[in-house]
C-alpha cells in the first residue's frame, strides 16, 4: 500500500480514537462537517437493534475485500449522501463494532445489567469509515443506509431493512481532498483484522442464569466454527472453552461463570468461499442444540428450560 498525502495520511489512525471517545449512543458523524473526498466515522445503532426489523449489520467494506474478506451472510451497508436534489454514494471503507473499556462504567458493570436502556440493546455499537464522494457539492445532507449483497451472477441483492439515521452531514466549500486511487494510508492489514465474523447467538435459561454450562450443538456443512464466546457481555468474571468436532460438525463449549452473569453466548464461523446464493447461507434453524447441561455455584444440576437460537448477526 502507498502511504496517502494531505490530510487523508492515517486517516484511521486519527479517527480511532475519537470513535472511542464519543461514539457510545451518539448518531452524529465524526466529525459533524467535512470535506469533499475525506474520510468520516458513522457510529450506527446497537448491534443488536440495528432496525426495527431485527435485520443484522452488514460488514463488508473496501479495506475488507482488499484482503479477501466478504460478508457474504449478512451484505454491506451502503451510506448515501442525499439533499432532495442530489445524491451521492459514500465508499465504505470498514465497518466494525465498539465495546466499553474495562475502565468505563459499562465495562465495570460488565454487561447490559447495570442500565436499563442497554439491558435491550446491548453493549455492542456498530461503526461505519467512510469516504465523502470528492464530487458531493457544499451543503447539508441526510444519509440514507441501505444493505446489499453480491449475488454468483455478478451483480448485487438489495436486502430487507433501511436503517433510518438520525444524524446529518456538512459538507464544505474547500477543494476536494486528493484521490488515494483506492489505497489507504499505510499497510491495511491490522485493520482487516476487525472484520467481525458472522455469529449464531443463543440465550441460556434465565431462570436462574446458571453458573456452568456444557452445551453440545451441531452446524450445517460448508461452514467453519471459529470460536465461542460470551455474547453482549466483556467475560472478565466467565471462563469459555469450545472444541470443535470437523468430522461430525459438532461444537461443545463449555461455561464456567461463578458470578451467574452470562445470559448470552455465540459461536463465531466462516462461510466458503462466494459469491454464495441465498440457499446456501446458513439460517438459525440449521443448528441444532444436541444436549445441554447447568449447574448452580454448588455444581448441583439446574432443572433449566433449554436454550433458545437468537439468530446469526
Known amino acids: 500500500?502507498?502511504?496517502?498525502?494531505?490530510?487523508?495520511?492515517?486517516?484511521?489512525?486519527?479517527?480511532?480514537?475519537a470513535?472511542?471517545?464519543?461514539s457510545a449512543c451518539s448518531y452524529e458523524p465524526i466529525p459533524l462537517s467535512a470535506a469533499p473526498g475525506s474520510t468520516i466515522a458513522l457510529p450506527l445503532h446497537a448491534e443488536?437493534?440495528?432496525?426495527?426489523?431485527?435485520?443484522?449489520a452488514g460488514y463488508e467494506g473496501e479495506i475488507y475485500r482488499q484482503h479477501g474478506q466478504f460478508d457474504d451472510q449478512r451484505g454491506e451497508l451502503v451510506?448515501?449522501?442525499?439533499?432532495?436534489?442530489?445524491?451521492?454514494?459514500?465508499?465504505?471503507?470498514?465497518?466494525t463494532r465498539l465495546q466499553?473499556?474495562?475502565a468505563s462504567?459499562?465495562?465495570?458493570?460488565?454487561?447490559?445489567?447495570?442500565h436499563s436502556v442497554?439491558?435491550?440493546v446491548g453493549i455492542s455499537q456498530v461503526m461505519a469509515v467512510l469516504d465523502v464522494p470528492a464530487a458531493a457539492t457544499p451543503g447539508l445532507y441526510e444519509i440514507q443506509v441501505t444493505r446489499r449483497r453480491r449475488d454468483p451472477a455478478g451483480g448485487y441483492e438489495t436486502l430487507p431493512g433501511e436503517i433510518g439515521y438520525p444524524g446529518q452531514l456538512q459538507v464544505l466549500d474547500v477543494p476536494p481532498e486528493p484521490p488515494t486511487s483506492g489505497e489507504i494510508a499505510g499497510d491495511s492489514s491490522p485493520v482487516a483484522r476487525l472484520y467481525p465474523h458472522p455469529k449464531l447467538v443463543f440465550e441460556l435459561p434465565t431462570a436462574p442464569l446458571p453458573s456452568a454450562a456444557r452445551i453440545e450443538l451441531s452446524y450445517p456443512e460448508g461452514i467453519t466454527p471459529l470460536t465461542a464466546f460470551e455474547e453482549q457481555h466483556l467475560g472478565r468474571g466467565s471462563i469459555v472453552r469450545w472444541n470443535d468436532d470437523a468430522l461430525n460438525r459438532t461444537v461443545t463449549i463449555h461455561l464456567v461463570d461463578p458470578d451467574a452473569t452470562v445470559s448470552q453466548l455465540a459461536v463465531a464461523f466462516e462461510l466458503p468461499a462466494g459469491p454464495l446464493d441465498a440457499a446456501e447461507l446458513p439460517s438459525a434453524s440449521d443448528f441444532?442444540?444436541?444436549?445441554?447441561s447447568y449447574y448452580d455455584g454448588d455444581g448441583a444440576p439446574l432443572a433449566a428450560a433449554g436454550l433458545t437460537l437468537l439468530g446469526i448477526r
Open 118 to 120: 442497554l439491558q435491550f
Open 1 to 17: 500500500m502507498k502511504l496517502a498525502v494531505g490530510r487523508r495520511t492515517a486517516w484511521l489512525a486519527c479517527l480511532l480514537p
Open 48 to 56: 443488536v437493534v440495528l432496525d426495527l426489523q431485527g435485520n443484522p
Open 19 to 22: 470513535i472511542v471517545v464519543t
Open 105 to 114: 462504567r459499562a465495562g465495570i458493570e460488565n454487561d447490559a445489567s447495570g
Open 288 to 292: 441444532a442444540v444436541l444436549t445441554e
Open 79 to 95: 451510506f448515501t449522501l442525499s439533499n432532495g436534489t442530489d445524491a451521492f454514494e459514500m465508499t465504505t471503507r470498514m465497518v
Open 100 to 102: 466499553p473499556d474495562p
